[in-house]
Each structure stands twice: as structure tokens, then as C-alpha cells.
């Protein structure tokens, strides 16, 4: 069975930290590209940050650059994104994605940036 478990969002003041990972089973994590995206109150899905399935290409959506960083560990089959500086307009329920072939979704963690 295909799984993506994220984990490690929460309430978080702003200019805060957190790191998300995204826990993958049942498939080659290797050779997925992972994606994160994410998902406003009441706002449509954004592309946050990708990383190629060796880890060599990152990406990241312009409002995030230089706060956000996007890795991985193919030995624990393990997705993360550490959030730096967060802001208000960060908070989001927060979505891993595998692509290849076809495509895996995660269930979704829950970002808060509030004080």
C-alpha cells in the first residue's frame, strides 16, 4: 500500500520555525520527484518547493526563497521541508507529493503562523 505520512506542522508565532516531513512507503521513493504544495483557508492549491529524486535540482516558489528549505533522505524514504521566518501568509494545510508515472498524495499537516 502507497503511503505519504506528513508530520511536524503546528501553531507557530511569526518569524518562527518548523520543520514538515513527509514519511513515503510502498513505492521507490528514489525515483519520485517530491513536491510540497500547500493550501490556504478558502484559497486554491500552491506550489511551494520540488526536489529532483537524486536530490541535485531544488525549487522553490518565489515568497519562500531563502526561508524554506527542501531535502530529502532516500535511505529513510523521508521528504522534509524546513520553514525559516515564518509568516502569516505562510499558514496552510501543507501537502507532500510523489511524482513519477503517476502520482502520490499525503493526507496534509496543518501550518499555523499566528501571535
Known amino acids: 500500500e502507497v503511503q505519504l505520512v506528513e508530520s511536524g506542522g503546528g501553531l507557530v508565532q511569526p518569524g518562527g520555525s518548523l520543520r514538515l516531513s513527509c514519511a513515503a512507503s510502498?513505492?521507490?521513493?528514489?525515483?519520485?520527484?517530491m513536491t510540497w504544495v500547500r493550501q490556504a483557508p478558502g484559497k486554491g492549491l500552491e506550489w511551494v518547493s520540488t526536489?529532483?529524486?537524486?536530490?541535485?535540482?531544488?525549487r522553490y516558489l518565489d515568497s519562500v526563497k531563502g526561508r524554506f528549505t527542501i531535502s530529502r533522505d532516500n535511505a529513510r524514504d523521508t521528504l522534509y521541508l524546513q520553514m525559516n521566518t515564518l509568516k502569516p501568509e505562510d499558514t496552510a494545510v501543507y501537502y507532500c507529493?510523489?511524482?513519477?508515472?503517476?502520482?502520490?498524495w499525503g493526507q496534509g499537516t496543518q501550518v499555523t503562523v499566528s501571535s
Open positions: 507529493i510523489g511524482t513519477a508515472v503517476t502520482s502520490y
Open positions: 510502498g513505492f521507490t521513493f528514489a525515483n519520485y520527484e
Open positions: 526536489i529532483t529524486g537524486g536530490g541535485a535540482i531544488t
